[in-house]
């Protein structure tokens, strides 16, 4: 079946301008996270939703990064006033269960990668 | 709070060769450990991991981990790679209790070059 996916693939996008970046998860995966991969860097987690209940919004780096998700379909990130920091993959996961007793493999997409110039 | 290190950032090895990447991990309450690999403009794969149980896992593509609570490790490692093996290599770190986000904390990565 189809994976998780990501889109654009690429976005180049100048210093000050707002960017959203889509992921259609896997269909049927309740829990939705979006990591950021910053050039020689390990990924670092931003945001993660499971079902109805409110986000874990812990890993975002400002208040200029927000995230929605529509049910459990599309997510949307999306960075205001992108600075140059901001380059970097992002990566968008699912999951079929939310956190729980035991643990529930993570399936990435291909990634956005973003350059702010 | 959880951290990976992966002191390598870079093993060139050659072909039919060993090969072990170490991963080192921190945390205060159980884990559950991955190794993911992400080959050239593709996304992450999940090679194996570790819930409970053995402490050897094996994965995919003839790789395998060993895990090791004393020494805080989970070294990635096969026993003759492939020029294919060519990739960078995460390990990762999630802890799960009560309902926790089950988000992973990653290592910075290991590029492993195989050279013919």
């Known amino acids: 079946g189809a994976g998780v996916s990501q889109s654009p693939s690429n976005k180049v996008t100048e210093k000050g301008k707002d960017v959203e970046l889509r992921c259609d998860p896997i269909?049927?995966?309740?829990?939705l996270y979006w990591y950021r991969q910053r050039l020689g860097q390990g990924l670092e987690f931003l945001i993660y939703f499971q079902g109805n209940s409110a986000p874990d919004k812990s890993g975002l780096p400002s208040d200029r990064f927000s995230a929605e998700r529509t049910g459990e379909s599309v997510s949307t990130l999306t960075i205001q006033r992108t600075q140059q920091e901001d380059s970097a993959v992002y990566l968008c996961a699912s999951s079929p269960k939310p956190g729980g007793s035991t643990y529930n493999e993570q399936f990435f997409g291909p990634g956005t990668r973003l350059t702010v110039l | 709070a959880q951290s990976v290190t992966q002191l390598d950032s870079q093993v060139p090895v050659f072909e039919e060769a060993p090969v072990e990447l170490r991963c080192n991990y921190s945390?205060?309450?159980?884990?559950?450990l991955f190794w993911y690999v992400q080959y050239p403009n593709q996304g992450l794969q999940l090679l194996l991991k570790y819930l409970s149980g053995s402490t050897l896992v094996k994965g995919i593509n003839g790789f395998e981990a060993e895990f090791n609570k004393s020494q805080t490790s989970f070294h990635l490692r096969k026993p003759s790679v492939h020029i294919s093996d060519t990739a960078e290599y995460f390990c990762?770190?999630?802890?799960?209790?009560?309902?926790?986000?089950?988000?992973?904390?990653f290592g910075t990565g290991t590029l492993l070059a195989v050279q013919p």
């Open positions: 945390s205060s309450v159980s884990v559950y």
């Open positions: 269909s049927g995966h309740t829990a």
């Open positions: 990762a770190v999630s802890t799960n209790y009560g309902g926790a986000t089950n988000k992973l904390i």
